[in-house]
C-alpha cells in the first residue's frame, strides 16, 4: 500500500510541476501582449475552394495529397465489404493505407493503390492483397474498387 502512495505523490509532484511550466508560458505571453499591443494585419479570408482546385490537373501527386484523407474513410470501407470473410489492415497508426496513385486529369478521377491489409480466406489464413480505389474528385465519391491477391 505505501508503493502505491508513493506513486500517486510523486505523479501528482510531476503533474504540478508541468501545470506550473505550462502556466507560466501564458502568464509570460499574456504580459507581453498587454506591455506591447500591436495591430494584426487582416489577414485574408480563406477561399472556398478546396485544396484540390489548387493544384494543376496534371500534378498529380498534389492531388493525391489533397485528396487523401477525405478519401481514405470511403474507399477503405469500400474494400473491406469485399472480404468474403474476415480482413486486417496492418498500415499502422501512422501509416497509410494508400501508397500509390493514378491521376485520370481528363475525367477528373483518381485511383488509389495499395496493399496494407489482408483478407482471411476459407482455410482461416490471412493472405496479403493488392486493391485500388476509383475516387471521383468532383463529386467526391467512390466509382470503383478492385481486390486482387499479391503484394506492391
Known amino acids: 500500500m505505501n508503493k502505491v502512495l508513493k506513486f500517486f505523490l510523486i505523479t ?7 501545470g506550473a511550466f505550462v ?11 498587454v506591455a506591447t499591443p500591436t495591430k494584426t494585419p487582416k489577414s485574408p479570408e480563406p477561399s472556398k475552394t ?7 490537373e496534371s500534378d498529380g501527386e498534389c492531388i493525391f495529397n ?29 501509416g497509410l493505407a494508400f501508397t500509390h496513385f ?5 475525367k477528373g478521377l483518381m485511383v488509389f493503390t495499395g496493399d496494407k491489409v489482408k483478407f ?4 482461416n489464413a490471412k493472405v496479403n492483397m493488392i486493391y485500388s480505389c476509383t ?3 468532383k463529386s467526391k465519391s467512390v466509382v470503383d474498387v478492385t481486390v486482387k491477391e499479391g503484394r506492391l
Request: charged share 30%; aromatic share 12%; with cysteine.
Open 66 to 94: 489533397a485528396n487523401l484523407p477525405e478519401a481514405s474513410y470511403p474507399c477503405k470501407r469500400q474494400i473491406e465489404r469485399l472480404s468474403k470473410y474476415d480482413y486486417e489492415w496492418n498500415d499502422g497508426i501512422f
Open 50 to 56: 478546396s485544396e484540390s482546385s489548387r493544384c494543376p
Open 23 to 33: 502556466g507560466e508560458g501564458d502568464k509570460k505571453t499574456a504580459e507581453s501582449a
Open 120 to 123: 482471411t480466406n476459407g482455410f
Open 12 to 18: 501528482f509532484m510531476i503533474l504540478a510541476v508541468i
Open 135 to 137: 475516387y471521383d474528385l
Open 102 to 106: 493514378r491521376n485520370i486529369p481528363d
